[in-house]
């Protein structure tokens, strides 16, 4: 089977919310999901799933409503970060810490978390993503998350220890091939943004 992982589009920016920040997309988070719909649309896909947050849910509406598919939540592929109040965008942080106002600790999002926390989240990203290649062989399925989900479970899989040393951009696709009963995968690509034209978002600089 195929899995195309997407990273969301770009979310909108919250600062303390009442209670867990779970933002919509922007603007031009909109423009991405589209774009990423009509691209995924082209190549044909089986199965839409989906984390639970907003920014993946809306990012997957377009596929889903092109080929008429209802989404799949899956919990496991939810991102770290779920709880808290304050969501500031990949590239806000990148450039804060390129500015030097931020805390280092910026530079590890998982830092947050304590070595249970961490632990258990990361079990939950590779168990989640291991039962979706479990439950559709021979199947194109198109898994709508988050940049630390996507990192973390491709270093997994990779047999890395650095689970930041890949990070996709906002509505970049990563595709893999793989096989639960032979537990090998085959990599395809990463990080494709072809096809976001000028809603590229890049998240570092050349």
């Known amino acids: 089977m195929e899995l195309v992982i997407v990273r969301h589009g770009r979310p909108e920016h919250i600062e303390d919310a009442a209670g867990a920040a779970d933002p919509d997309l922007a603007e031009i988070g909109h423009r991405q999901a589209e774009r990423v719909g009509e691209y995924l649309a082209s190549m044909g896909v089986d199965v839409v799933v989906t984390s639970p947050l907003a920014r993946a849910r809306q990012t997957a509406a377009p596929l889903a409503r092109m080929l008429g598919l209802e989404p799949i939540v899956v919990d496991g592929v939810a991102e770290y970060d779920r709880h808290d109040s304050t969501y500031v965008p990949a590239e806000v ?5 390129r500015d030097g106002g931020t805390d280092e600790a910026w530079a590890d999002p998982l ?3 304590d070595e249970d926390e961490k632990r258990d989240w990361m079990t939950g990203v590779q168990s989640a993503f291991a039962q979706i290649v479990a439950d559709n062989s021979g199947h194109r399925v198109a898994v709508f998350c988050h940049g630390m989900v996507t ?8 047999g890395i220890d650095d689970t930041l040393r890949f990070v996709p951009d906002y509505a970049g696709v ?5 096989s639960a009963s032979s537990d090998s995968v ?3 690509s990463f990080n494709e943004t072809h096809f976001l034209g000028d809603a590229h978002i890049p998240l570092f600089e050349k």
Do not use: H, N, P
């Open 174 to 178: 990563t595709r893999v091939l793989a």
């Open 111 to 113: 830092s947050v978390l």
């Open 151 to 158: 990192s973390v479970w491709f270093a997994q899989m990779l």
């Open 186 to 188: 085959t990599v395809r």
């Open 93 to 97: 942080t990148q450039q804060l810490i």
